[in-house]
C-alpha cells in the first residue's frame, strides 16, 4: 500500500449496529456521502509562493450549482491546496467537465500537488484561454468550460466555499446540434462514495413524470419511453389499460397535460439553452 493510500484509507465504520429490523436503514454517523456528486477538474493560476506564475488544475468533487439568475456554482476547496492560494489570489477559476477520456488526468490531477508537478505538462492536456478570464486556463480537452469570477468566501471548516459567478461558458462544437447542447454525446463521468462512474443511457427528462405519451416517444428510446408511461412511484409499475391512449392516468391523481397550459414539461421547465430552471 502506497503512502498515499495509506493516509486516505477510508475508516471503518465501528458506528453499524449489528442487528437491523426488516426494513429499517441502518444509522451510520454523519458524514459527506451526498452521491452521485460530479467531478471536475478546476483551472486556476496565479503566484502562491510569489515566483511561480503557472497554471494548475485541482480536481473538485464537491462543487455545485447555487444559483440560476445569475447563474453561479461553487466549489470547496482546502486552505492547505495550492490552488487555493492561486484562487485567493486571482479570484478567478475555471470549471472543465470530465469526460471519459479525462478521467485519468482527473484522478492525477487530484492526488498531485501543483506545488511539486506541472499537471497541464504531466497529463498532456492543452491550457488555452478561458473567455472572460485573464488569467485561469480552460482544458481544451473539455467538452465544456465554465469560467468563473469568485463573489463570496465562505470559511466552513475543513474547506472554503467559492462562490462565484459564471461569466462565461464554452462547449465544444461536437456536442451541439444546432443551437442544442447534447451533453449525451460528451462521455461525462461522475463520482460516488470515492469511485467514478460513467453516466449511463438517458431513463428520463425534467418533467418528464407529467409529459405526455408523445412527449415521451420523441425524448427518449422506446424502453425508457415505454417504462415513463407506466411508472407511478416508487417501485410500481402502472398496466397501460386498453383505450388509454396517452398512457395518462388522472384517476391516479396525475395531471393530464395541457399543450396551452403554461404547466407543461416543456414550457415550465424547457430543454432550450436559456430557458429558467
Ligand atoms: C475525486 C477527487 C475529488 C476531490 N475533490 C476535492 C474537493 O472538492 N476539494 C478539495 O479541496 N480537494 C479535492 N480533492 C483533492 C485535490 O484535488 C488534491 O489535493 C490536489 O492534489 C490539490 O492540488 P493542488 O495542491 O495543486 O491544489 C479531490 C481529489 C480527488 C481525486
Same mark, same amino acid.
Given at each position: 500500500?502506497?503512502?498515499?493510500?495509506?493516509?486516505?484509507?477510508?475508516?471503518?465504520?465501528?458506528?453499524?449496529?449489528?442487528?437491523?429490523?426488516?426494513?429499517?436503514?441502518?444509522?451510520?454517523?454523519?458524514? +459527506?456521502?451526498?452521491?452521485?456528486?460530479?467531478?471536475?477538474?478546476?483551472?486556476?493560476?496565479?503566484?502562491?509562493?510569489?515566483?511561480?506564475?503557472?497554471?494548475?488544475?485541482?480536481?473538485?468533487?464537491?462543487?455545485?450549482?447555487?444559483?440560476?439568475?445569475?447563474?453561479?456554482?461553487?466549489?470547496?476547496?482546502?486552505?492547505?491546496?495550492?490552488?487555493?492560494?492561486?484562487?485567493?489570489? +486571482?479570484?478567478?477559476?475555471?470549471?472543465?467537465?470530465?469526460?471519459?477520456?479525462?478521467?485519468?488526468?482527473?484522478?492525477?490531477?487530484?492526488?498531485?500537488?501543483?506545488?511539486?508537478?506541472?499537471?497541464?505538462?504531466?497529463?498532456?492536456?492543452?491550457?488555452?484561454?478561458?473567455?472572460?478570464?485573464?488569467?485561469?486556463?480552460?482544458?481544451?480537452?473539455?467538452?465544456?468550460?465554465?469560467?468563473?469570477?469568485?463573489?463570496?468566501?465562505?470559511?466552513?471548516?475543513?474547506?472554503?466555499?467559492?462562490?462565484?459567478?459564471?461569466?462565461?461558458?464554452?462547449?465544444?462544437?461536437?456536442?451541439?446540434?444546432?443551437?442544442?447542447?447534447?451533453?449525451?454525446?460528451?462521455?461525462?463521468?461522475?463520482?460516488?462514495?470515492?469511485?467514478?462512474?460513467?453516466?449511463?443511457?438517458?431513463?428520463?427528462?425534467?418533467?418528464?413524470?407529467?409529459?405526455?405519451?408523445?412527449?415521451?416517444?420523441?425524448?427518449?428510446?422506446?424502453?425508457?419511453?415505454?417504462?415513463?408511461?407506466?411508472?407511478?412511484?416508487?417501485?410500481?409499475?402502472?398496466?397501460?389499460?386498453?383505450?388509454?391512449?396517452?398512457?395518462?392516468?388522472?384517476?391516479?391523481?396525475?395531471?393530464?397535460?395541457?399543450?396551452?397550459?403554461?404547466?407543461?414539461?416543456?414550457?415550465?421547465?424547457?430543454?432550450?439553452?436559456?430557458?429558467?430552471?
Amino acid at each position: 500500500m502506497s503512502e498515499y493510500e495509506k493516509k486516505n484509507r477510508r475508516p471503518v465504520n465501528k458506528n453499524i449496529p449489528v442487528k437491523v429490523e426488516p426494513g429499517e436503514k441502518i444509522s451510520i454517523k454523519p458524514t +459527506t456521502l451526498l452521491a452521485p456528486v460530479p467531478v471536475v477538474l478546476v483551472g486556476c493560476s496565479g503566484k502562491p509562493d510569489g515566483q511561480r506564475p503557472q497554471n494548475n488544475l485541482i480536481t473538485v468533487a464537491w462543487a455545485g450549482t447555487v444559483c440560476s439568475d445569475p447563474p453561479m456554482l461553487s466549489i470547496a476547496v482546502r486552505k492547505e491546496r495550492w490552488s487555493y492560494e492561486q484562487i485567493k489570489e +486571482t479570484r478567478e477559476f475555471t470549471v472543465n467537465l470530465v469526460s471519459k477520456d479525462l478521467l485519468w488526468a482527473t484522478d492525477f490531477c487530484g492526488v498531485k500537488s501543483g506545488k511539486d508537478v506541472d499537471k497541464f505538462k504531466e497529463c498532456k492536456l492543452t491550457a488555452v484561454k478561458a473567455e472572460a478570464l485573464p488569467l485561469a486556463p480552460a482544458v481544451k480537452e473539455s467538452p465544456l468550460t465554465i469560467s468563473c469570477r469568485v463573489a463570496q468566501i465562505i470559511e466552513l471548516g475543513s474547506h472554503d466555499l467559492f462562490i462565484a459567478k459564471i461569466v462565461a461558458v464554452q462547449v465544444d462544437p461536437k456536442i451541439m446540434k444546432g443551437q442544442k447542447i447534447c451533453l449525451d454525446q460528451a462521455e461525462l463521468t461522475a463520482f460516488a462514495h470515492g469511485e467514478y462512474y460513467e453516466i449511463g443511457s438517458i431513463l428520463g427528462f425534467f418533467g418528464y413524470s407529467i409529459a405526455s405519451a408523445d412527449v415521451l416517444r420523441r425524448r427518449l428510446p422506446a424502453p425508457a419511453a415505454e417504462k415513463a408511461k407506466t411508472s407511478r412511484g416508487a417501485g410500481y409499475t402502472r398496466k397501460v389499460r386498453p383505450g388509454d391512449k396517452n398512457g395518462s392516468d388522472s384517476s391516479r391523481g396525475r395531471p393530464r397535460r395541457n399543450s396551452n397550459s403554461n404547466t407543461s414539461p416543456r414550457r415550465e421547465y424547457g430543454n432550450k439553452p436559456g430557458k429558467k430552471k
